[in-house]
C-alpha cells in the first residue's frame, strides 16, 4: 500500500485501533467502537478481517471512495467536538449521500438539520427544495416550499438555481403545483364572506364608540374601506401567499388610514397598533389555510 498523509486532529491518534484511508490518500486513524456505534456498515466491515500497512501491522486499513473533505466533517459529528458547519449545498448534498450510503444516521439528521436551516432556506428555498428532493428527505422539502411561498408568482424564470439540475420536471412542477394551490387558498381568506377574517379584523380593531356605527346591510361602517381592498389582498396573496404578504400590503396600508375620521382611531393609527394587529391576524389567518395544503413527495 502507498503511503498516506496523516489526518488532522483528532483523526491522528496513534492510539486508534483503525484506518479509513480516503480516495486523495488521507489516513484517519479511528476507533472501531465509535465507527461501530455510528454506522451499521462499518460495524459489518469491520467484523470482516481486513488488510493492515507494514509500518502498523496490528492496525487494519480500508480505503473508501470518498475524499477527507467530505469524510472528516462527517466523522466529526461522532466525535466530542463542535459540530462542523456546512458551507454550500453542494456539500450538504454530497454528505448527505454519503452518510445515507455508509448509514451514519446521526449524521443524516445533522446535515438535514443544517439543509433547512436558515442560511440556506432564507437565501435559496428553491435549491434546499431540490436537494431535499434529490436525497429523498420529505420533511425538508416541505419547509423549502413553504419557504418558496413568499417568491412572488413562483415558476418565472427570475432566478437561476443550479440545484434545478438535481430534480426532474414532475418533481419541480410539484412545487408550482403547491406554490399555486396555497395562492388559492390564501386569496380566499381575504373576502368579506369569510367569517374568520371579519371576526378577525373586528377583534383587532381599536376598543372604540365608532364601532357601534351600523351600515344598512349591518356591517359596521369602519369595516367598510377594509371590504374594499380586500379583492386588492387577494390579488396579492395569490401571486404570493405568505403570511407576510399583508404587511407589505399598501392596500390595506391605506385602508387603515381611512379610519382618521375618528379622533380615538386616529391616534392608534399614529402608533402603528392597527394596522400591526390586522397585518398579524391576515397573516395568522394565511399560515391556517397553507399550512393544511399538502406537498405532493414521490421519494
Ligand atoms: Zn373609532
Known amino acids: 500500500m502507498s503511503s498516506a498523509h496523516i489526518a488532522n486532529t483528532p483523526f491522528d491518534d496513534p492510539g486508534a485501533d483503525f484506518i479509513l484511508r480516503t480516495s486523495d490518500g488521507v489516513d484517519f486513524r479511528v476507533f472501531r467502537a465509535v465507527l461501530s456505534l ?3 456498515v462499518f460495524k459489518d466491515m469491520l467484523s470482516l478481517p481486513q488488510p493492515t500497512l507494514p509500518s502498523t501491522p496490528e492496525t487494519p486499513v480500508v480505503t473508501i471512495s470518498e475524499n477527507s473533505a467530505v469524510l472528516e466533517p462527517l466523522l466529526l459529528f461522532f466525535y466530542p467536538a463542535v459540530p462542523p458547519t456546512i458551507e454550500s449545498l453542494e456539500d450538504v448534498r454530497i454528505m448527505l449521500l454519503t452518510a445515507t450510503k455508509y448509514d451514519f444516521e446521526a449524521a443524516i439528521q445533522e446535515v438535514s ?3 433547512v436551516s436558515p442560511r440556506f432556506l432564507e437565501t435559496n428555498p428553491i435549491g434546499v427544495y431540490c436537494v431535499a428532493c434529490h436525497c429523498g428527505l420529505e420533511a425538508e422539502a416541505k419547509a423549502a416550499a413553504l419557504q418558496a411561498l413568499n417568491i412572488p408568482s ?21 412545487l408550482l403545483r403547491y406554490h399555486f394551490k396555497c395562492g388559492e387558498v390564501a386569496a380566499g381568506v381575504s373576502n368579506k ?4 377574517l371579519v371576526g378577525m379584523a373586528v377583534c ?3 376598543f372604540c364608540d365608532c364601532a357601534d356605527v351600523i351600515d344598512d346591510e349591518g356591517v359596521p361602517s369602519r369595516l367598510l374601506p377594509i371590504f374594499d381592498v380586500l379583492p386588492n389582498i387577494a390579488d396579492e ?3 404570493r401567499p405568505s403570511p407576510a404578504t399583508a404587511a407589505q ?3 390595506l396600508k391605506d385602508a387603515v388610514e381611512k379610519l382618521r375620521g375618528c379622533n380615538t382611531c386616529s391616534r392608534e393609527i399614529e402608533n402603528g397598533t392597527t394596522l400591526r394587529e390586522l397585518v398579524d391576524g391576515i397573516g395568522s389567518l394565511v399560515r391556517d389555510e397553507v399550512e393544511k395544503v399538502p406537498l405532493e413527495f414521490k421519494d
Open 204 to 206: 383587532r380593531l381599536p
Open 237 to 239: 396573496l395569490r401571486r
Open 154 to 174: 413562483l415558476g418565472r424564470p427570475v432566478v437561476e438555481v443550479d440545484e434545478l439540475a438535481l430534480i426532474n420536471i414532475p418533481t419541480y412542477h410539484r
Open 113 to 115: 438539520t443544517q439543509l
Open 38 to 40: 455510528a454506522s451499521p
Open 193 to 196: 364572506d369569510n367569517w374568520s
Open 249 to 251: 400590503s399598501v392596500h
